[in-house]
């Protein structure tokens, strides 16, 4: 399997499984954006699929569906089996998004969720996940673009600061603009059919509010031996969180990101 240094280090922190899971309501999300594309009996397959909260609530669509899902991360595997051992259509096992385990034309539908971002071959991982797609079967993908990146008013030396460490991770494969390149990625992998959905994300309007803030100290700690090997120093990286951290807590300042969701149709 190939690993990712980006994902090795923030994904396998255990803080990180539960900042994830706290910043989506699994009910809400399989709403909006599963639940008209499920149907009984279906075969769903989670790609870089966490804890497994997610398709936990997929798999209460109906009581026909079954449903698989994949992380690299055997800890969070573990977890995710831990956390739905009481459910026998649930099954997760440790997997590689850019080389799926499973035969191709298996499951009715195949999504990722904020996967994308973090992996070096991109295009391979959509290519599978199409792959092992039934025909008449979808693909969702959904990711971020401009995450961390767009803020007005602009402040030099933070803009610097970020867009050093975003250039040290660029060889790892972390892309902050993949969520404008999924149409492209589902063209690529023989989809068709494609609907795209932007919404915004990451919509800091204003100085921050107390339980976001948290969340955002928590993901720049998490981040913080990443960002001082991009810096060159812990006390470098603590710096710039700092000035970050003082930055969202402006009153006149506004920070967001695009999320991007793209559906695609395997078609026979």
């Known amino acids: ?26 009910h809400s999300w399989v709403q909006k954006y599963l639940a008209s594309r499920v149907r009984q009996g279906a075969e769903v397959l989670s790609v870089g699929c966490g804890p497994g909260v997610i398709l936990h609530e997929v798999s209460e669509l109906y009581p ?42 298996s499951f009715d539908l195949v999504y990722s969720r904020m996967l994308l971002q973090y992996l070096r071959e991109k295009e391979k991982a959509v290519a599978e996940m199409a792959r092992v797609c039934k025909p008449g079967g979808i693909v969702l993908l959904q990711d971020l673009d401009g995450q961390l990146l767009w803020h007005y008013p602009e402040d030099p030396v933070v803009q ?29 992998a023989g989809l068709q059919k494609l609907e795209v959905q932007i919404e915004s994300y990451h919509l800091i309007a204003g ?17 913080k031996s990443q960002m001082a090997k991009a810096l060159g120093s812990e006390a470098a990286a603590e710096e710039e969180i700092h000035r970050f951290l003082e930055y969202l807590s402006r009153p006149d300042t506004l920070t967001y990101s695009v999320q991007f969701t793209v559906t695609g149709e395997k078609v026979p």
């Not at 610097?160 to 690529?188: I, N, S, Y």
């Not at 509010?209 to 981040?223: G, M, N």
């Open 64 to 105: 026909s569906i079954r449903a698989t899902g994949i992380d690299i991360s055997s800890d969070r595997v573990q977890e995710a089996v831990q956390r739905n051992r009481r459910n026998p259509r649930l099954k997760f096992v440790r997997g590689d998004a850019q080389a799926i385990q499973f035969p191709s034309n």
């Open 160 to 188: 610097h600061a970020v867009q050093r460490v975003v250039t040290a991770l660029a060889p790892t494969g972390f892309d902050p603009f993949v969520g404008r390149k999924l149409f492209w990625l589902a063209q690529q």
């Open 207 to 223: 100085a921050i509010e107390p339980h976001t803030l948290k969340q955002w100290e928590l993901k720049l700690d998490i981040a």
């Open 1 to 26: 399997m190939n690993h990712v240094p980006t994902i090795d280090y923030i994904m396998e922190d255990p803080r990180e499984a539960a900042r994830l899971e706290a910043k989506v309501d699994p």
